[in-house]
Structure formats: structure tokens, C-alpha cells
């Protein structure tokens, strides 16, 4: 099948660049590469004879967290040699384009990237009792599948609490910037969305959420908030002690990285909450699309969903599976307010250029509004 | 009756086959109707869509500038999850921005403002349907074309389509059960009439040939009537032939008593002169019932109407002067002048010469028993004809049709057979002609013409 080459991509030539600059460590992969340097995992294939296979998984899903998921899949399929490749979710993207039939499943959290791909045709469908079973919601047709649920969260310093009391809401923080108090100044930070992808694509889903979103901008940027490009960035000046507030950072990492700093509270907004997921699809050309499909079929199954809740922070989704790090869970507790991202064709608008160059000529805008008076 | 060559079965079949063929087509109808429709209600989504693009197109920097509204796009997919593709292309063709270089539609569009070209397309292997918006900016200063390209995939279409072509696929369906329930039911009650026809005649005596009481449609009405009418028919043959048992039984019986009679008197004659008298007596008694029994078989025969003699040309006039020769000698004996009147030319006619010859003898010998003085053989030629002449006391003109039937005397004599003229008439009837009679010349006796068919050979 070649139906495509990676060279028809010239419509999104453009924002690949952008993509590219800011991209190349998505917060996800940054948190923890300094500790392990292979971005790589290898399984050999113990067992099976001739039904041994080899089996490529490309995924923007760092090592810590990928481990336990392959542990239990090897335990319960060791006729595949796994080869797992951690990579940003920007070189994921080129890699597939570049090499199309080279990987069997690809995992990402990029998500418009990600539904681009099946748009276009280039995933192949999984049809088993349990991707049939999986929530509407959370898959698109039977080729593109969310096995993860991830709430973007809000950080802040108990000092700040102690101080101006509780934030609890995208309101309370709105507030508490337009105190315009001294100690916040430079001293608040969120992603720029002009360098990175998650933040444009967070921006993007609360304008569309609420026209308050620009009052907020504008706060931020009377604020003089620092501007980052990944969710570990934010994270490190939050643990030295550079920044009080943390807006918009992705929920699994900080519940990680913050579980040994008690001077640091996650606050998961309770007016609204982004729910950002991971997106698995199965490229039609996979070299072994048996065993990927034995694979993701075991990440929406009931035994690799419950390893996703229990031995890692990335939030399981599955409907009967309950307790701490499923998306009952945090659905209990916070109820309406969580809005996933929709797994829809509104995501491809996000990669349309025109409609980044808008929006971030908008939020420069309002971030800049303060200056201009 | 062999299955195949059935009424109903032939009926049904030509019922039926156009009732499939309609079938057919309507549901080949239905399957375009369906799709038409389909496409109707899914193309608003295209058109509702380029149309929510081309308002947000601006102009801005110099260029065409669209903010692009993700619910323009998610309007394009249903719940059946479409593919969904845009473009934005200015009036060079130059993609400004989208996430698919669609083609465009060379088609001219009907008029030069805004409009909505929809067809299916089949891109990058996947089978679209696309629409095209061409319209253009107008500002103060400006007037800039351009088109919006949108596109979908078919599944949410099809599966409509599928659910409309279903929904009729049902009543046709339900349709055509009914009409061929329908068909079966008014076909069996149409030919019951028939099998009722069939049963009356198959439960009847065979000895019975009263005629058939039924109730039928008209067109088997007169089929019954057809059957009755034979009936009738075979009815008066069978009294014929029962009466004519009878009458021969009856006419042989007479003579045969007679002779027993005359044995038993004579055997009690001792003088042998006695019995010679009454041996000849009895040899001239069974002499006529031999004749008589002759006569009976000739007749019989002659009224087998299966009986098809060949025939032979022959001359009447040859075979009026053989009568003559043949019974001149007789009717010379009792008194009777017998002559011959032939015709001018020779007059040939097919026919068996043993059986006119036998016509001829009967006719002289009745004219000679009922008291002719002058009999007269007559050739005609044109009909041609043979005639039997006398100067007797005749047949009154209302009795003369009921000499023709056999054994009907005209009054009471022991020497004729009575089956003299039936005969004649059924000889008559054999070579097709047709028996007359009428008053012999003078107004006086009887004279009895056979008027032969045809012209003469």
C-alpha cells in the first residue's frame, strides 16, 4: 500500500515547523529522560515457536509509565518480541510519515496529530468485543481508540493558599491575578502556545470553552507570567521555588513528579477541567498487525486498563474498572466539570494554519493587552 | 392431464413472472430512490458547512484569511464518524489552507454568484462526496473569487440509504406475498368450477345419459351444454338401435314360429306327400328368413358410421340395365312389365355397384309386392340420378318419410320385411346422396329417386 507519501503532506509542511520547534521534547517525554537515557525498551519473545512476532510500538509515553503495561503484556503474550521506541510526539508523527509500514501500533498524545492520521485513512480498524465495547466517547469509528484519561490540572504554592485563600476554580484563579499583587508578578507560569503543541491545543479547547478564557489571558499577561514549554519545565521552576502558580500542566506528571513535595497542591479546577487522552491506532501497513491487535486490544481490555490505573499515573478509562487513577473515579469526584477533548473532526481545525496563526495573533493580543495601555 | 400442461401452473406462471419482474424493478427503483434521497438530506451537511467556511473568510495582510470554525467541520460527520476534508482555494486554484488538496469541479457552474456543485469522488482510494462553493469576497475595494472545497465520506449516505431501500424492501416484499396469496387463492377459485365439472362427470353411471345438472360459469356453461347435447344425441341412437333389436327380434321371431308351427303340424301327417308340401313350405319360409337376416346385417352395417366403403366410378346406366336383366325374369313371372329408361349420354358417379345394384333390387322387389303393373328404371343425368318407377297405389305424401324407417309397413303383409326402404336410404346415405320420393308420372304410383352428389365425372 503506498498510497500516500510522506511528501503529500505539504498543506501541514508549515505547521509540522512549528510543531517541530516547540514539539521536539513534548512535556510527557521531558519529565523523565534524563533518567533513562535509552528511549527504547526491548522484550525477546520467550515463548510460542511458531507463533512467535515481532512487535514495534512507537509511543510518546516515557519509559516509567510504558513499563508496567508492556510487563504485563509480555507476562501474558511472551510469544512477542516487543520493541517499544519512546519518541516525542512531533518526531512520532514524522517518523510515521517518513516510514509508514515500520511500526504496528502507534501511541500518542498529540491528539489532532493523531486523528489526522485515521482521517486520512492511514489506520486500519481493530474489531474485537472489547474495542466494540469501548465508550463511544472515547474512539472514533473502530480505528482510533483513547486508552487514557488525563485531567489538566492547575499547581499552586501553599503559600498562596495560606495567603489569598483556596484556589479551587479557573474563577478562583481569575481572581486571585487580578488582585495584581506584587508577589505574583513573574511569579505565575503556563505554557506558551506559541512553542508548544499541548499548550495551543489547550488554548484552542478553552476559547472554545468560554469567551472568559481571554480574561484570563489578559490576567495572566498583567501578571507578567512566565511562559514555558513543557509541562517538566513548569514543574522544576515550581519545585525551586521560581514559580507560586502553575497554570494548565498535564495532571499525570505533576501527580508524579509532586507526590514528594507537600509545599506544592495539585488543584483539579473544579469549574471545568480538560481531560487530555492518548490516542492508539493500528497504521495499515503495520508490519505485524496481529500482534498489534492483540496488543491494543489488551490496552482497552479489563486486565491492561487496571495496570494503566494502579501502576501508573496516566488514568485508566475503562467503564467497569473503579478506584483511584480511573476515569470513574475522577468523573465521581468532579462530575460535569470534566471536559474531555473531543475525539471529533474540530481537531483537525486545530491543525489548520490560518487557524494557529489566528488564534495566537489573538493571544498575543490579549496577553500583550497591558502593555498597549 | 401431465403437471406441466396444468391450467393453474400455466395461470400462475404468467401471472407471476410479470408480478417478479415488477417486483424487480421496483425494488431496483427504490434502491436509486433511496440513495437519491440519502444524498439530499447529507448534501445540507456539505452546503451547510462551506457555507459556515466562506463567512469566516476575511481578507487580511493582503490575502485571503480564514479562521477556520471547528464546527464547520464537525457538521460534516455524523454519527456514522465520516472521513471529513476542507480546502480553501483562491480563484488561481492556490491552496490557501485545508486538510486536503481536493480537486476541484470543472463543471461551469449555473451562475456566477455563490454556488453548490455536489458529486462523488473517489480520492486517495477513499469514495468521497464532495461539494464545491464558489462564491466571492466582497469588501469595499474588493472583489475576490474563491472556492471552498468540502468532502465526505459515504458511510453515513449509505447506511440512509440502506435503512430507506429496507423500509421499502419490507413493504414490497409484504406486497408481493399478498398479491401472490391473492393470485393463488382467485386461481383456485376460478378453475374450481372445473374440477366440479370434472367430478360430476367422473361420479356418474356410465350406462346414464341423462343430461349434466350444474351450475357453471358461462364459459363452462356452454361446454355442458355441448356434453348435454351429445348426450342427447347419443340418447335417440340408443332408442334407435334398442327399438331396432326389438323389431328385428320380433321380425325374426315370426317366421321362425311359423316354421316350428308347421313341422309340428306336419309331424303329425303320416302321408309323406303331406310332408313333402309342408317341407317346401318351410324351405320357402326359411328362404325369406335367410333373406331377411341378409337384409338385417346389410343394414346393420350400413348404419356403423364407421363404415367407409371405397368407392368406384361406375355407369348408371350400365348398372340400371344389369337390374333389369337380373329381375326382368321374376317380375315377368307375376306379371310385372319391368323396363329401362337410360340416359342420352353415359353418366358415371363413384359409388359400390354391389350396393346400388342391392337399392335396385329392393325398389323393383317393392314395386312388384305392392302392386305394381309397370315398373320403370329411370337415369338421369344431370344431377345424376336413378329413379325406381310404378304405377302402384303410391304413399300418401305424410306417411312416406316414416317408410324410411325400419320395419314400418305400410299395412299388413307377412311377405315384406319392412326394411326394404331403410335400406335403400342407408345405401343412399353411404354414396352421399339424397332419396326423394314423389308421385310416378301421371300423378299415379310412387316413384323413388336417388340423387347423386356432384356433377358428372
Known amino acids: 500500500m503506498t498510497r500516500r507519501g510522506p511528501t503529500r503532506t505539504s498543506p501541514i509542511r508549515c505547521a509540522g515547523c512549528w510543531l517541530l520547534a516547540l514539539l521536539l521534547a513534548v512535556p510527557l517525554a521531558l519529565a523523565s529522560r534524563a533518567v533513562h537515557a535509552a528511549p527504547s525498551l526491548h522484550y525477546p519473545a520467550t515463548a510460542g515457536g511458531d507463533a512467535a512476532s515481532p512487535l514495534v510500538i512507537h509511543g510518546a509515553l516515557d519509559l516509567p509509565q510504558v513499563r508496567p503495561l508492556l510487563d504485563a503484556f509480555h507476562r501474558d503474550h511472551p510469544q512477542f518480541a516487543i520493541h517499544y521506541r519512546n519518541l516525542s510526539t512531533l518526531a512520532l508523527h514524522e517518523r510515521f510519515l517518513g516510514a509508514p509500514a515500520e511500526a504496528d501500533v502507534l501511541i500518542s498524545s498529540a491528539m489532532p496529530w493523531q486523528y489526522r492520521l485515521a482521517n486520512d485513512g492511514w489506520a486500519q480498524p481493530l474489531e474485537t468485543p472489547a474495542a466494540r465495547r469501548w465508550p463511544a466517547w472515547a474512539r472514533w469509528r473502530s480505528e482510533l481508540f483513547a486508552v487514557t484519561f488525563e485531567p489538566i490540572v492547575m499547581v499552586v504554592n501553599e503559600a498562596i493558599i495560606a495567603r489569598f485563600g483556596e484556589v479551587r476554580s479557573h474563577a478562583d484563579l481569575l481572581a486571585l491575578l487580578e488582585r495584581r499583587d506584587e508577589t505574583l508578578r513573574g511569579r505565575v507560569v503556563t505554557y506558551d502556545p506559541a512553542i508548544s503543541g499541548a499548550g495551543y491545543t489547550y488554548a484552542i479547547e478553552e476559547s472554545r470553552l468560554s469567551p472568559r478564557y481571554w480574561e484570563l489571558v489578559a490576567a495572566l499577561g498583567e501578571a507578567e507570567a512566565a511562559l514555558a514549554g513543557t509541562t517538566g519545565e513548569m514543574l522544576e521552576g515550581l519545585i525551586e521555588g521560581r514559580y507560586l502558580v502553575g497554570y494548565n500542566l498535564l495532571g499525570s506528571y505533576a501527580r508524579e513528579r509532586l507526590a514528594d513535595q507537600p509545599q506544592l497542591r495539585i488543584v483539579v479546577p473544579e469549574d471545568y477541567t480538560l481531560v487530555t487522552q492518548r490516542l492508539a491506532l493500528i497504521p495499515r501497513q503495520a508490519p505485524h498487525p496481529a500482534a498489534a491487535r492483540r496488543f491494543v486490544d489488551f490496552l482497552l481490555g479489563e486486565r491492561g486498563q487496571s495496570v494503566l490505573a494502579r501502576e501508573t499515573p496516566l488514568g485508566a478509562l475503562h467503564p467497569a474498572l473503579e478506584g483511584p487513577g480511573t476515569a470513574a473515579a475522577l468523573r465521581r469526584r468532579l462530575g460535569e466539570a470534566l471536559r474531555p477533548i473531543a475525539l471529533g473532526p474540530g481537531l483537525l481545525a486545530t491543525l489548520d494554519d490560518l487557524k494557529r496563526e489566528a488564534l495566537l495573533t489573538r493571544w498575543r493580543r490579549e496577553f500583550l493587552r497591558r502593555e498597549r495601555r | ?457
Open chain 2, 1 to 457: 392431464m401431465t403437471r406441466g400442461d396444468s391450467l393453474s401452473r400455466r395461470l400462475l406462471a404468467w401471472l407471476l413472472v410479470p408480478l417478479l419482474v415488477l417486483g424487480s424493478l421496483m425494488l431496483l427503483q427504490a434502491w436509486f430512490e433511496a440513495r437519491r434521497t440519502a444524498d439530499r438530506a447529507f448534501d445540507r451537511l456539505l452546503e451547510a458547512a462551506s457555507l459556515a467556511i466562506a463567512e469566516q473568510v476575511q481578507w487580511q495582510d493582503d490575502r485571503l484569511w480564514l479562521d477556520l470554525p471547528p464546527a464547520a467541520l464537525e457538521m460534516l460527520a455524523t454519527d456514522a464518524e465520516e472521513r471529513v476534508f476542507y480546502s480553501l482555494v483562491d480563484h488561481r486554484g492556490r491552496l490557501i489552507t485545508g486538510n486536503a488538496e481536493l480537486p476541484g469541479d470543472a463543471r461551469e457552474a449555473p451562475s456566477d454568484d455563490d454556488t453548490l456543485l455536489y458529486r462523488d469522488i473517489a480520492w486517495q482510494g477513499l469514495s468521497l462526496r464532495q461539494g464545491v462553493r464558489r462564491t466571492r469576497l466582497e469588501e469595499w475595494q474588493l472583489r475576490e473569487p474563491f472556492e471552498v472545497r468540502v468532502a465526505h465520506s459515504r458511510e453515513g449516505r449509505d447506511a440512509l440509504a440502506a435503512e430507506l431501500w429496507r423500509a421499502n424492501l419490507a413493504m414490497i416484499l409484504a406486497m408481493a406475498a399478498l398479491a401472490i396469496v391473492a393470485l393463488l387463492l382467485s386461481i383456485r377459485t376460478a378453475l374450481a368450477p372445473l374440477t366440479r365439472l370434472r367430478r360430476a362427470i367422473r361420479s356418474r353411471d356410465p350406462r346414464t345419459l341423462a343430461p349434466l345438472e350444474l351450475r357453471l360459469p358461462r364459459e363452462l356453461a356452454e361446454l355442458r351444454d355441448t356434453v348435454n347435447d351429445l348426450l342427447a344425441r347419443m340418447r335417440r341412437v340408443r332408442a334407435n338401435q334398442e327399438r331396432f333389436i326389438g323389431d328385428a327380434s320380433h321380425q325374426l321371431r315370426t317366421p321362425l314360429a311359423g316354421l316350428s308351427a308347421r313341422a309340428e303340424l306336419a309331424l303329425r301327417q303320416e302321408d309323406p306327400a303331406r310332408w313333402r308340401e309342408a317341407l317346401v313350405a318351410m324351405q320357402a319360409t326359411s328362404t325369406r328368413t335367410a333373406r331377411l337376416a341378409m337384409q338385417l346385417l346389410s343394414l346393420t352395417r350400413l348404419a356403423n358410421p364407421e363404415y367407409r366403403p371405397e368407392l368406384a366410378p361406375l355407369s348408371l346406366n350400365v348398372l340400371a340395365r344389369e337390374a333389369v336383366r337380373e329381375h326382368w325374369s321374376s317380375c315377368h313371372r307375376s306379371g310385372v312389365d319391368l323396363g329401362v329408361a337410360s340416359a342420352a349420354a353415359d353418366v358415371e358417379i363413384r359409388g359400390i355397384d354391389w350396393q346400388l345394384a342391392e337399392a335396385l333390387g329392393n325398389l323393383i322387389d317393392n314395386a312388384c309386392r305392392y302392386g305394381a303393373r309397370h315398373v320403370t328404371i329411370r337415369v338421369g343425368e344431370a344431377p345424376p340420378s336413378l329413379a325406381v318407377e310404378d304405377d302402384g297405389p303410391g304413399i300418401p305424401v305424410a306417411r312416406r318419410t316414416l317408410m324410411l324407417r325400419p320395419f314400418h309397413r305400410d299395412r299388413d303383409d307377412l311377405e315384406g320385411s319392412g326394411l326394404g326402404l331403410a335400406i335403400v336410404d342407408g345405401i343412399a346415405r353411404t354414396h352421399g346422396a339424397h332419396l326423394a320420393m314423389s308421385e310416378g308420372a301421371g300423378g299415379v304410383g310412387l316413384r323413388v329417386t336417388l340423387r347423386f352428389p356432384g356433377e358428372t365425372p
